[in-house]
């Protein structure tokens, strides 16, 4: 008998294919982010305001994962971008596998931002690299304040949290300041926005940010091209 | 929740090479979970199990060495098992202190009878 030691990504072929989306969305400027969270903490709702909010110009596009329905793309249809579904079939998290067949009819040069919203689901999406320039999770105020030390893994991977809902903090025991802390131990350097998409707060905020990243993502291009 | 997607990837990188190396009989997998990786490793070995059963691949075994979280910290260098996610380096205090174990999803070797 003997060994081979191997050292390989269980997830390589995933990995790979991620890896050749990272750099199609590298040459072409865009900014991509992959949009993480608990069933219900409010994704489809903040990109309705995000979309509603973005120049009609904006180059902007959204591929939505769920496990069944179109519902989510026809909600997200009616502010004019290009929206896809991509309809998983049961399974709990995109890969990147499923972006890459749903780019196929989208001509990236024409875009600026692909906004990937994946299946409600804390655990599985945070193993599965799409090629993003950053993960985003939402944690919304009806959730609980240890949600990040459950579920670690995914408030690690992303650069961003989004605390939703902020607009019910009045009403609910949520404790926001906990749930910062929290966070904060799982994920040190992590930024961290309050919004509320009902009412509005923090929207604002929160478009700088894409902004920011999209202006960052801009110059990475031009850095490599020259 | 996604631990028979896991089981399949492993398993097919198996099988791949096993077709690379004919002849070869692939008795054992090893793989490193890490602490971050958000896999149960108990529903990973049962997928596994109900995946190989009644197949060729029926007396494969999958070694799971679970990969605890090891931060590091960037003033003083030192290395230290974060535990209760306090990320405070506990020479000096240090708060941004960086993970450099526990992230692992790795196939580590194969065990071949010749």
Same mark, same amino acid.
């Given at each position: 008998?003997?060994?081979?030691?191997?050292?390989?990504?269980?997830?390589?072929?995933?990995?790979?294919?991620?890896?050749?989306?990272?750099?199609?969305?590298?040459?072409? *400027?865009?900014? /991509?982010?992959?949009?993480?969270?608990?069933?219900? +903490? *409010?994704?489809?709702?903040?990109?309705?305001?995000?979309?509603?909010?973005?120049?009609?110009?904006?180059?902007?596009?959204? $591929?939505?994962?769920? $496990?069944?329905?179109?519902?989510?793309?026809?909600?997200?249809?009616? !502010?004019? !971008?290009?929206?896809?579904?991509?309809?998983?079939? *049961?399974? /709990?998290?995109?890969?990147?596998?499923?972006?890459?067949?749903?780019?196929?009819?989208?001509? $990236?040069? #024409?875009?600026?931002?692909? %906004?990937?919203?994946?299946? *409600?689901?804390?655990? /599985?999406?945070?193993?599965?690299?799409?090629?993003?320039?950053?993960?985003?999770?939402?944690?919304?105020?009806?959730?609980?304040?240890?949600?990040?030390?459950?579920?670690?893994? %995914? !408030?690690?991977?992303? #650069?961003?949290?989004?605390?939703?809902?902020?607009? $019910?903090?009045?009403?609910?025991? !949520?404790?926001?300041?906990?749930?910062?802390?929290?966070?904060?131990?799982?994920?040190?350097?992590?930024?961290?926005?309050?919004? +509320?998409?009902?009412?509005?707060?923090?929207?604002?905020?929160?478009?700088?940010?894409?902004?920011?990243?999209?202006?960052?993502?801009?110059?990475?291009?031009?850095?490599? +091209?020259? | 929740?996604?631990?028979?997607?896991?089981?399949? @990837?492993?398993?097919? @990188?198996?099988?791949?090479?096993?077709?690379?190396?004919?002849?070869?009989?692939?008795?054992?997998?090893?793989?490193?979970?890490?602490?971050?990786?958000?896999?149960?490793?108990?529903?990973?070995?049962?997928?596994?199990?109900?995946?190989?059963?009644?197949?060729?691949?029926?007396? &494969?075994?999958?070694?799971?060495?679970?990969?605890? =979280?090891?931060?590091?910290?960037?003033?003083?260098?030192?290395?230290? =098992?974060? @535990?209760?996610?306090?990320?405070?380096?506990?020479?000096?205090?240090?708060?941004?202190?960086?993970?450099?174990?526990?992230?692992? &999803?790795?196939?580590?070797?194969?065990?071949?009878?010749?």
């Amino acid at each position: 008998m003997s060994r081979v030691e191997v050292e390989k990504k269980v997830l390589n072929e995933n990995q790979i294919l991620a890896e050749q989306l990272r750099e199609r969305y590298r040459q072409h *400027g865009i900014l /991509c982010v992959n949009l993480i969270s608990a069933p219900g +903490s *409010g994704k489809t709702l903040l990109l309705e305001k995000t979309l509603e909010r973005m120049d009609k110009r904006a180059r902007v596009a959204v $591929l939505t994962g769920d $496990l069944q329905t179109e519902n989510d793309a026809q909600r997200l249809a009616k !502010f004019g !971008f290009p929206v896809k579904q991509i309809v998983t079939g *049961g399974t /709990c998290h995109l890969d990147a596998r499923m972006v890459e067949r749903h780019l196929v009819n989208w001509e $990236l040069e #024409e875009l600026d931002l692909l %906004i990937v919203e994946n299946v *409600g689901n804390l655990v /599985c999406p945070s193993s599965y690299d799409l090629g993003e320039d950053a993960k985003i999770v939402l944690l919304s105020t009806t959730e609980g304040e240890d949600k990040p030390l459950k579920y670690p893994s %995914i !408030f690690f991977k992303s #650069e961003l949290m989004l605390l939703t809902k902020i607009d $019910l903090l009045p009403y609910v025991p !949520f404790k926001a300041e906990v749930a910062k802390e929290n966070a904060r131990r799982v994920h040190p350097q992590m930024e961290i926005l309050d919004v +509320s998409s009902t009412t509005g707060e923090g929207l604002d905020a929160w478009m700088a940010w894409l902004e920011a990243r999209q202006r960052k993502a801009k110059e990475k291009t031009k850095l490599v +091209s020259a | 929740m996604h631990e028979l997607g896991i089981a399949s @990837s492993i398993l097919e @990188s198996v099988q791949s090479a096993a077709r690379r190396n004919p002849g070869a009989h692939i008795t054992k997998v090893g793989v490193k979970i890490g602490e971050l990786a958000g896999v149960d490793i108990d529903a990973l070995q049962f997928g596994f199990e109900c995946m190989v059963k009644d197949t060729e691949w029926e007396q &494969l075994v999958l070694d799971v060495e679970s990969i605890p =979280r090891v931060q590091r910290c960037p003033k003083c260098q030192h290395e230290f =098992r974060m @535990s209760d996610y306090d990320p405070q380096c506990p020479r000096c205090g240090e708060f941004a202190t960086q993970c450099i174990r526990g992230e692992e &999803l790795d196939i580590a070797y194969m065990e071949v009878d010749e």
